[in-house]
């Protein structure tokens, strides 16, 4: 009975973390669809048609409760910016069959496509970022990837807008995810409640048991005594034999009838109590494995939120928890513990060059070799872009410089092609050891500064602060 507090905080606790989750995905709903009405607004001027089916845009983001309606509007913008651009391009190719040959000066146009990709990219940036926050399941990993390329390398507004949608669409599904968890745990709380109240009620009926057993013991003492002080006063009185021997036999048979009594009594509680044990015993079963199962649950989002769904490796808040950990480590023990803080150089022009599918395929490719290259005592995280983050425990700064020269020579190993090219993907990064007076964020920005320092000193080395 000790630990029902502990039960009851824990799960407390526990919702109190969903509620902050789901405010935290309602923040980026708003976010999200502020920034569709910003799109909204920044595209008017440029079709009639557009601009009608863009202000019933602007207008039902602002209080649409499902996806199907919004869906509708997509379909319809859609086919606005399609007739749009066959428009434009048919006036186009008219502009260009009608023009001088030689005496115009080609001026592009500011709303030109190429203007509009470059507009996209700047707002693909955040939303991006918002992406790989999500801590998305295992299940919605191929629709991030959809989103990720449609924001990453957008062939027009409808496709980038309909990624932008999608995004939506993930960020409603996991507070959906989030609010049937907290549901599912309420849901076992209510039961762990329900089986303490039975369990205390077992108990008060135990007690309630034993104090009748008390009660009918004490009673059968008293009778017993009755019937044997009555046995000795017959005989004290008694002249006749065989009128003793009878008042004797009757007084015996009373107490025969008073102990059959009482075992009978004694069998009818000890069955009553068998069956209470037993269904108590099942509640308990059944509590302990709904219980396990929760708790099973509850592991596996606790990891998922923990690691970087792009790589598979520790994401910042991974990060985060770790470094801790290691700071009472390192005051416990005084062991050297040094930090490690990457980042893929030029990553950009992979980008640009190649496309976000590539570059996301030369992030996992560099998060794989860092994880199978470092001890299982060693810890490998993804800060953030193209940015990771080494802890070498029992590591001094020069040792950690001697694994960062490895890692290094494995990446430019790896021998990276794309589309039959082969492309150089180099890493630089910044190292520093844990001193008396750190804290992790003097430590962190120790090693970014040394990075930064291997950055300025030309790329693909490794620099110690």
Known sequence: MNQVPDWREKYRVLTEQFDAQARTWKQLEDILRRLVRRLCAAAQGVDARLDEELRVVAATIRTAESAGALDQLLSRVTTAVTAFDATRALTGQHREASAPPAAAVPVPAPDSPADGIAGLEVLAEPLLLVLDRLGLVASDKSEADAVRSGLSEPPSMAAFEQAVWRLGDLIAAERTRLETEKAESERVLKQVSARLGEIASFLAASQADQGEADRSGRELNDRLRGEVQEIGSTVQVATDLGDLQVAVKSRLEAIDGHLQAFRAREERRSHAYRERAERMGERIQQLENETAALERSLLREQRMALLDALTGIANRLGYDERIEQEFKR?????????????????????????GHRAGDRVLRAFAKLLREKV???????????????????????????GVAALMREELDRLGFHFRGTPVKVTASCGITEIREDDTPETLFDRADRAL???????????EVD
């Open 330 to 354: 390192w005051r416990r023990f005084r062991q050297p513990l040094s930090i490690v803080a990457w980042d893929l150089d030029r990553f950009k022009s992979i980008n640009d060059s190649y």
């Open 375 to 401: 001890r299982e005592t060693d810890f490998v995280a993804r800060y953030g872009g193209e940015e990771f983050i080494m802890l070498l425990v029992g590591t001094p700064a020069e040792g950690a410089r």
């Open 452 to 462: 930064y320092r291997a950055k300025e000193s030309g790329r693909d080395r490794s």
